[in-house]
């Protein structure tokens, strides 16, 4: 049998005790290891699996000749592919079971969390996300802007938009052997310089600096690591990466069809933002200045809410 466990968001423990089985029964385990990236080494998840784990490059897994690899013989044991996150999360994933079961394979999928269903860790409903997107690094001569009309089509419905930040990883040959670069990750401050600049390219009115509003997620359901950020899409500009904390980032547009809830529970994210601000502009830890961020940050995240979203607040 050929099985995909969802590894879920942080570190070896997420595994669910049923993806945990089919790993320990399994003859071959490989992590895919490309469409996202775990918080920790492969080999903490050996140690935990008491078993090797075979890392699967983008070739492995989406060729038809390193496809073949990871589903061979598995008609006649079990084989199982990681994932960070959740099986379905990303088509990849979706395309190798297809090739399973043409080739006649019976396949199993164990799901688990990912940050499709976390990010509402946010504060916001789920079942007020409209489409997610996925943001990839512009370079000087490719800027592609597709994104740009899903978030016009989700914010025309009153919807919030999932931004899922580009993962790269460079590669090259190296005395026969193709090496992978360590990966690069993009922060939230540049994710917005780059909405932005579509922003100016279309002018469409979609995103507005001072108007739109926007939570940044780092390291969702990594506990201590976990840092949610709020406020419009200016103050994210000002704050420096490394207030986002770690990567993996995400990035939420936040739609018109704003909840008085939502907005009460985002107050404290947009505390930490005004905070990590006033802190950084005045290069300094002077207790009151944090205060007076804190405040200012809730008291921005609010006026805006009430005045561009038409949120009552009391």
């Given at each position: 049998?050929?099985?995909?466990?969802?590894?879920?968001?942080?570190?070896?423990?997420?595994?669910?005790?049923?993806?945990?089985?089919?790993?320990?029964?399994?003859?071959?385990?490989?992590?895919?290891?490309?469409?996202?990236?775990?918080?920790?080494?492969k080999a903490r998840l050996e140690s935990f699996?008491?078993?090797?784990?075979?890392?699967?490059?983008?070739?492995?897994?989406?060729?038809?000749?390193?496809?073949?690899?990871?589903?061979?013989?598995?008609?006649?044991?079990?084989?199982?592919?990681?994932?960070?996150?959740?099986?379905?999360?990303?088509?990849?994933?979706?395309?190798?079971?297809?090739?399973?079961?043409?080739?006649?394979?019976?396949?199993?999928?164990?799901?688990?969390?990912?940050?499709?269903?976390?990010?509402?860790?946010?504060?916001?409903?789920?079942?007020?996300?409209?489409?997610?997107?996925?943001?990839v690094f512009f370079t000087e001569t490719w800027?592609?802007?597709?994104?740009?009309?899903?978030?016009?089509?989700?914010?025309?419905?009153?919807?919030?938009?999932?931004?899922?930040?580009?993962?790269?990883?460079?590669?090259?040959?190296?005395?026969?052997?193709?090496?992978?670069?360590?990966?690069?990750?993009?922060?939230?401050?540049?994710?917005?310089?780059?909405?932005?600049?579509?922003?100016?390219?279309?002018?469409?009115?979609?995103?507005?600096?001072d108007k739109t509003l926007a939570i940044s997620?780092?390291?969702?359901?990594?506990?201590?690591?976990?840092?949610?950020?709020?406020?419009?899409?200016?103050?994210?500009?000002?704050?420096?990466?490394?207030?986002?904390?770690?990567?993996?980032?995400?990035?939420?547009?936040?739609?018109?069809?704003?909840?008085?809830?939502?907005?009460?529970?985002?107050?404290?994210?947009?505390?930490?933002?005004?905070?990590?601000?006033?802190?950084?502009?005045?290069?300094?830890?002077?207790?009151?200045?944090?205060?007076?961020?804190?405040?200012?940050?809730?008291?921005?995240?609010?006026?805006?809410?009430?005045?561009?979203?038409?949120?009552?607040?009391?």
């Open positions: 049998m050929f099985c995909i466990v969802g590894l879920g968001l942080c570190d070896e423990k997420d595994i669910t005790l049923r993806g945990l089985e089919a790993v320990k029964s399994a003859s071959r385990v490989y992590l895919e290891a490309y469409t996202s990236i775990l918080m920790i080494e699996y008491g078993k090797e784990v075979i890392v699967a490059d983008r070739d492995m897994v989406e060729s038809e000749d390193g496809s073949n690899e990871i589903l061979k013989n598995a008609d006649k044991e079990d084989v199982c592919l990681l994932v960070v996150g959740d099986p379905f999360g990303a088509t990849t994933h979706t395309d190798i079971l297809i090739r399973a079961r043409q080739l006649g394979i019976p396949t199993r999928v164990i799901h688990n969390a990912s940050i499709m269903n976390a990010v509402g860790a946010s504060g916001l409903q789920l079942y007020n996300f409209g489409q997610t997107i996925s943001l800027k592609p802007d597709s994104f740009y009309d899903r978030i016009k089509e989700n914010i025309d419905g009153g919807l919030h938009t999932l931004v899922l930040l580009d993962i790269k990883s460079d590669s090259f040959f190296f005395r026969g052997r193709k090496v992978y670069e360590p990966p690069r990750y993009m922060t939230v401050p540049q994710a917005v310089s780059q909405l932005l600049e579509i922003e100016n390219m279309r002018r469409e009115g979609v995103l507005d600096p997620m780092g390291r969702v359901g990594g506990f201590d690591q976990q840092r949610i950020l709020a406020g419009p899409l200016c103050s994210l500009l000002r704050a420096s990466p490394e207030d986002f904390g770690p990567p993996l980032h995400s990035l939420i547009i936040v739609g018109k069809r704003l909840h008085h809830l939502e907005v009460e529970y985002g107050e404290l994210f947009a505390e930490d933002l005004g905070e990590a601000i006033a802190v950084a502009e005045e290069d300094g830890r002077n207790p009151e200045l944090g205060q007076q961020g804190r405040k200012g940050g809730r008291e921005l995240w609010r006026k805006v809410a009430h005045e561009a979203y038409g949120v009552a607040l009391s």
